[in-house]
């Protein structure tokens, strides 16, 4: 979002000026500064160093409840309240935060009181938000918000003044708008609890007040660092980045109504429960392809300097299973890679992850991956586990085709090129008619259809088998088998050749012996010859193989029928 122009900020002043004058819900209650019991409110440590007040700036600013103010005070004798410069950034930042808040919706604030504090660093760390040579820190009670801003040097230049103090200002807000619980989950910023939403959001509206990019820079790049392994609930400042996307998203007026659906507890179940509560997974996830995408921005429309790391690269050159365990709440990235061939790739659970190759959107893994032509086979990986425990994820690649010639072969006979289906033969009917001691009274094979591409690719439909046996012992079984394989194949000299880089097997089988006992086992994957070969014949309509069987005499004879010519088969897998 663009920066308010200064007519803007100025409109924005004499409307509130008008609206102070106008309504009786206008108040202007600060402390006395030329009390010193009211000045060690903010650091017990001025007490005798007569300290005097001057009050800079009193600016008016429209809340909900009516018009508040925020001031400025310093001490009348600070060396460095002489230069224009470093006042000019505080009143910079003061009147910034005047004109966003003007977009953040409606929002309630106390009375503000800023006073610079010079030559009086923080008592200890965490004490104080550091910025650069500035740090600042904010509490309120008694119907005034009390903001402490100490200078980190002698030098009258002074850097981040202007971020400090919307920063600040926002922290204001969030006391008189969300609950004392909300406000008390935060841990001093030191990256636990509501620290991440307390201070991310803080950042947010220092960006959206002043455009500071030199501090919110170094935020974004402790979130490459950390985000791939810390959950977003542990970090502090560096969460600005999900704010940014968020206002991005919902606009301005979008970032309180989420803080005020934020845990009032600092246990971390309680912070998990309600991020799940006010974004849904693909929300979350949504966020997460964002950042990697670099598409990201800061208020004002320009873009963020992020540089997220690559995360782990998971390849296959084979059938293989990669578990990945998504942590809840941590930005997972990596890359998914396949060798030179054809795969089916899947991934269980299908929730909490997405992919993109690099000229697609993001999505699910594709059905298949064609990679034996030079197409990209490289995926972006993004996974944001909004859940309260890991998920284990499990990316299968199954190699359906490889590259390579099929036995020392790469000619394909153009004839065999095309869909076909079995019409007669097939080894039932050669086992009923062959096998000895074993009777099949009943089979059959069901879909059994071959594909031949002229790419020298396979595959088959998913072809189903089921039979009934008996043996010379009386006993009797019989089965269901699922069936799909897959790979290349070539020709030559009358032979066809076939060469199964996949062969998926599902199905069980029961014995039952003489004596009654029943057993059951699931068919397990054939293992398959490098090279099965058989002698064909191939005619325009029919298609006939016949594979010899070793210590058997007769071939199992397999006669097929043509059912279609594949168009377009180059290009990718055509299902039967």
């Given amino acids: 979002m663009v920066q308010p122009a200064s ?11 008008i609206l102070a004058v106008m309504t009786s819900a206008a108040k202007a209650e600060f402390g006395d500064c030329t009390q010193e019991s009211y000045r060690l409110r903010f650091d017990d440590r001025l007490a005798g160093t007569g300290f005097t007040c001057e009050e800079r700036l009193r600016v008016p600013v429209a809340t909900e409840e009516g018009i508040r103010h925020i001031r400025l005070v310093h001490d009348l004798h600070a060396g460095w309240a002489l230069s224009p410069g ?15 808040l003007a977009e953040i919706g409606p929002f309630r604030m106390d009375d503000v009181t800023i006073l610079l504090i010079d030559g009086l660093p923080p008592r200890e760390e965490g004490d104080s938000e550091g910025f650069s040579n500035i740090a600042g820190s904010a509490g309120a009670s008694d119907g005034e918000c009390r903001i402490s801003v100490h200078l980190l040097t002698s030098s009258t230049a002074v850097t981040e003044a202007a971020p400090v103090t919307a920063h600040e200002i926002f922290h204001c807000v969030q006391f008189a708008t969300l609950s004392s619980a909300q406000m008390s989950s935060g841990r001093a910023g ?38 791939a392994d810390t959950p977003l609930y542990e970090l502090a400042y560096p969460a600005s980045v999900f704010f940014f996307w968020l206002g991005g998203e919902r606009g301005s007026s979008g970032i309180l109504p989420f803080l005020q659906q934020m845990a009032g507890s600092p246990a971390a179940s309680a912070q998990r429960s309600a991020m799940r509560a006010v974004l849904d997974a693909d929300e979350w996830l949504a966020f997460a392809q964002a950042y990697l995408d670099q598409d990201i921005t800061y208020p004002d429309g320009g873009a963020l300097p992020s540089n997220p790391t690559e995360g782990d690269t998971w390849r296959w050159s084979e059938t293989r299973v990669e578990p990945v365990i998504l942590e809840p709440f941590v930005l997972q990235r990596g890359w998914i890679e396949f060798e030179c061939g054809r795969w089916r790739p899947s991934a269980d659970p299908a929730q909490a992850h997405a992919v993109r190759s690099l000229a697609e959107t993001w ?47 790469d000619v394909t006979d153009a004839c065999v090129v095309g869909a076909w289906t079995q019409s007669g033969g097939g080894p039932i009917a050669w086992m009923q008619r062959e096998l000895e001691g074993l009777d099949i009274p009943r ?92 002698d064909y014949i191939c005619t325009e309509t029919t298609l006939e193989t016949r594979l010899s069987i070793p210590g058997v005499s007769t071939p199992m004879e397999t006669q097929y029928r043509r059912t279609g010519d594949l168009p377009g088969v180059e290009g990718g897998f055509v299902e039967p």
Avoid: K
């Fill in 7 to 17: 007519g803007l900020v100025l409109s924005t002043i004499v409307a509130s000026v």
């Fill in 86 to 100: 470093a006042l000019a950034d505080y009143e910079r930042g003061i009147r910034g935060a005047v004109a966003a």
């Fill in 190 to 227: 030191t990256g636990s609890g509501g620290d991440w939403w307390l201070e991310g959001s803080a950042d947010w509206f220092a960006g959206l007040a002043v455009s500071d990019r030199e501090e919110l820079s170094r935020l974004v790049a402790a979130f490459d660092r950390l985000s």
């Fill in 363 to 409: 999505g699910a893994l594709p059905e298949r991956v064609e990679s034996r032509a030079g197409d990209s086979s490289r995926f972006r990986f993004a996974g944001f586990a909004a859940g309260n425990r890991n998920l284990q994820l499990r990316i299968t690649g199954e190699l359906e085709a490889g590259c390579g010639s099929c036995g020392d072969l």
């Fill in 443 to 534: 089979g059959e094979r069901r879909n059994v259809v071959r594909l031949f591409g002229s790419d020298g690719t396979f595959w088959t439909g998913e072809l189903t088998a089921d039979l009934t046996f008996e043996a010379l012992d009386d006993s009797t079984g019989g089965g269901e088998v699922h069936g799909q394989t897959a790979g290349r194949w070539s020709t030559g000299e009358g032979r066809l050749n076939l060469c199964h880089d996949r062969a998926a097997v599902a199905g069980e089988i029961s014995m039952t012996y003489p004596d009654g006992q029943t057993i059951t086992a699931a068919v397990p994957t054939p293992s398959t010859p490098e090279v099965v070969s058989m």
